[in-house]
């Protein structure tokens, strides 16, 4: 099975390419993804083209910590809106459970649980669930070191790990900065891809960073020419597009991953002669129509991915819409 994981999984690629001297356009190249691909955070590529890259740059550019230092770009902003809704959730590890949910929605095929190592110790361990054991050594250090700089994202300064774990062997040229970048213990040759802090973060509340929704805007429509107006209307589509599948799309997420009060979204909504309903089903036509004109759709899991409860409402609702069930419109 192919999966496919969000092109901000490459944010910085290319400064860190031409940093080394190398040509980030023909590394992209070699392995098939277009550079323009890179623009836009929420295009979906190969995952295994992702990894052929990893290893290529870390290859050309000589630098065996390619992975981790890929890292030091990314972070909380690499997650996108599900990033700015874990930011929203009451306590740390009310956001580390939406981000435990919702990670397919970032990377498709890798498995990240959060639990309790003992009474004073918790972590974040991932699973690699598409790729066989120690196919490719960046993406553990690219993975961990989001993770880790994610959690320093959510709960500021005062945060530190006590322990790193890598299941790859270490490689003994490399320890010093995989120490100096982490500033704990580091464990190779582990069981298990983990980070593991002391348990008294989880209680507080996450950091709310005030730039990561403009920064957010500024990725999504840096290619759009258009005005700051149509931005919002056009990121709160967005927004409804990205938590449909989760079965939380309402008003109040939205708002919330937008850093709005629900309130001021409804006077924008109301100024723009628009509803929050009537974005909704935009959103929701737009996609079916997507998924049906790709032929073969499973219209049940379309259902529920677009936040119906069952296929028959979705039914329904796309005879409302169209004049004839999704079926028949398939078979026109």
Excluded at 58 to 82: D, E, I, P, Y
Excluded at 98 to 110: E, L
Excluded at 138 to 160: E, S, Y
Excluded at 286 to 311: I, W
Aim: proline residues 3%.
């Amino acid at each position: 099975m192919a999966y496919f994981i969000r092109a901000a999984s490459l944010a910085g690629f290319e400064d860190l390419v031409r940093h080394c001297g190398e040509n980030p356009m023909k590394l992209l190249q070699e392995v098939g993804i277009l550079a323009c691909q890179l623009r836009n955070p929420d295009e979906l590529i190969s995952y295994q083209k992702l990894l052929d890259v990893l290893e290529l740059g870390a290859k050309r550019c000589n630098l065996s910590t390619f992975g981790l230092r890929l890292s030091s770009s990314q972070g909380m902003k690499c997650m996108g809106l599900v990033g700015a809704y874990m930011c929203q959730q009451k306590t740390v590890e009310e956001a580390l459970r939406i981000g435990q949910k919702y990670i397919y929605m970032h990377a498709q095929g890798m498995d990240l649980s959060f639990n309790i190592v003992d009474d004073i110790y918790c972590q974040v361990e991932y699973q690699q669930l598409s790729i066989p054991e120690f196919t490719s050594s960046q993406k553990p250090q690219l993975t961990l070191g989001v993770i880790f700089k994610t959690l320093n994202d959510l709960c500021g300064l005062k945060w530190r790990a006590k322990k790193v774990l890598f299941k790859q062997p270490p490689n003994k040229d490399d320890i010093d900065f995989y120490q100096q970048f982490f500033a704990c213990d580091i464990e190779f040759n582990a069981s298990i891809n983990a980070i593991q802090f002391h348990s008294d973060f989880l209680k507080q509340k996450p950091i709310v960073h005030q730039g990561l929704t403009d920064e957010i805007i500024h990725q999504q429509f840096e290619q759009k020419k258009v005005s700051p107006e149509q931005n919002i209307i056009a990121l709160i589509e967005h927004t409804i597009s990205i938590l449909l599948a989760t079965g939380e799309c309402n008003k109040e997420n939205i708002a919330l991953c937008l850093g709005l009060h629900p309130k001021k979204m409804q006077r924008i909504l109301q100024t723009h002669n628009t509803s929050y309903q009537v974005l909704l089903d935009k959103v929701r036509k737009k996609e079916s129509l997507r998924v049906l004109a790709l032929g073969n759709a499973d219209l049940t899991n379309l259902a529920l991915n677009l936040g119906y409860a069952d296929f028959s409402a979705f039914s329904r609702r796309f005879k409302r819409w169209f004049g004839v069930p999704p079926s028949k419109w398939t078979a026109q």
